[in-house]
Each structure stands twice: as C-alpha cells, then as structure tokens.
T-cell receptor
Framework: GAGVSQSPSNKVTEKGKDVELRCDPI?????LYWYRQSLGQGLEFLIY????????KSGLPSDRFSAERTGGSVSTLTIQRTQQEDSAVYLC???????????????FGPGTRLTVL | AQKITQTQPGMFVQEKEAVTLDCTYD???????LFWYKQPSSGEMIFLIY??????QNATEGRYSLNFQKARKSANLVISASQLGDSAMYFC??????????????FGAGTRLAVHP
C-alpha cells in the first residue's frame, strides 16, 4: 500500500512568516511522529500522536511550534513567525502501535525541506 | 551523555565485500529496541532491521544482520555482499521503555557509507 506522504516537499519562506507542513500516515497506523533533521543537530524528535492526542510534545523547541492530528489520520505541523534556525528537513513517521505492544517500527515519509530566508 | 554513538562518520567498502557499521548505546532501561535506518541521497529514511533487548537471537533481514552484544551495549549493522545501491547514510536508533509507553526514537549521528566498484 501507499507509504507515508508529506507535503510540500520543499518550502521556502521569509523570516517571520507562518508555515504549515502536512503528513499523511500509512492507512491504519495509530501512531504518528514528527522529527527534524538539521545539519547541526542531527535527527531530533519533536512530537508524537497516539490517535488524535499528543502524549509527548517534549521535543517541540518553542511555543512557535504546534501540531495537530485530526480523524486519527492527517497531521499538520505549524511553525509560527519562522526563524532562520527553523531551516531543516521535517520528517514524519507512522507506526501501528498496539496498546501494551512493544515492537513498533516507524516508517518515514520523504520529508519537507524548509528554508527560511 | 549521548545515548546513541556512531563513531564512524564515513566508511567505504569494495563492492561485494561485507562491511560493519558500529553503534553503541546507553540506557538503564532493561526494555528497549534498536533500529537501523538507511537514508539515501533522496532523503527518505528506510527501515532496515530491528533488535529487541529481550531477543535471544541476532536479527537478520536478507543481506543485513545485527551483531547485538548486550553486555557491551553495542548493536553493529553488518551488510554482506555490498552493492553500489548501498551507498547512503546509515542511522542507528533506540526506543526506550518498550513497555512504558515511550515511543520516540533517539538517533545517532549517522555513518556515511560509500560502496566502490
């Protein structure tokens, strides 16, 4: 079946503008994750959804970052008042995580490359 | 302290030979999982192999095998019969607390593998 999809694939914006990044997980996957990959920081976790709720938001770098998930499916990551340090590749992953389950392999999308000028 | 350490920023191997990519980890949780992902130049993270902390045998998936040495806290990836298409960045990742609901992956800095003809 279809994998994780993300849009847009590339986004160039000006400092101070808001951006929305979208993730469509694999159909049936209950868990959804956002990560950020930047040159200086490597791959870092941002937020995790189980269904529509976000039990772990610990990786969001500031209150300019927010995310939501609707219908247990699509998720949107919003960055308000973008800064140059927000430039990175934003990766979304999804997994089928059963309650009390242990192994859950996260499958990644192709990412959105964000450039803040 | 780094949780996942990949000490080889770059490696090269001759086509058809085997190569080992190193990964050491640090956790006090007895329940954890270790993952390897491949990231080609296209940017997508491709899942390769998984090893659970309670698994008795080393994981294998086709040409990929994981040399899991629990006492040494190492989980090295072995790629046999290297192919030109194996040239990519390889990431080791860990998920702690498999039974506690922690779901985020913690990634190493990655190893760039170049396969030479």
């Amino acid at each position: 079946g279809a994998g994780v999809s993300q849009s847009p694939s590339n986004k160039v914006t000006e400092k101070g503008k808001d951006v929305e990044l979208r993730c469509d997980p694999i159909s049936g996957h209950t868990a959804l994750y956002w990560y950020r990959q930047s040159l200086g920081q490597g791959l870092e976790f941002l937020i995790y959804f189980q269904g529509n709720s976000a039990p772990d938001k610990s990786g969001l770098p500031s209150d300019r970052f927010s995310a939501e998930r609707t219908g247990g499916s699509v998720s949107t990551l919003t960055i308000q008042r973008t800064q140059q340090e927000d430039s990175a590749v934003y990766l979304c992953a999804s997994s089928y995580l059963e309650t009390g389950g242990t192994t859950d392999t996260q499958y990644f999308g192709p990412g959105t490359r964000l450039t803040v000028l | 302290a780094q949780k996942i350490t990949q000490t080889q920023p770059g490696m090269f191997v001759q086509e058809k030979e085997a190569v080992t990519l190193d990964c050491t980890y640090d956790t006090s949780d007895p329940s954890y999982g270790l993952f390897w992902y491949k990231q080609p130049s296209s940017g997508e993270m491709i899942f390769l192999i998984y090893q659970g902390s309670y698994d008795q045998q080393n994981a294998t998936e086709g040409r990929y095998s994981l040399n899991f040495q629990k006492a040494r806290k190492s989980a090295n990836l072995v790629i046999s019969a290297s192919q030109l298409g194996d040239s990519a960045m390889y990431f080791c990742a860990m998920r702690e607390g498999l039974r506690g609901g922690y779901n985020k992956l913690i990634f190493g800095a990655g190893t760039r593998l170049a396969v030479h003809p």
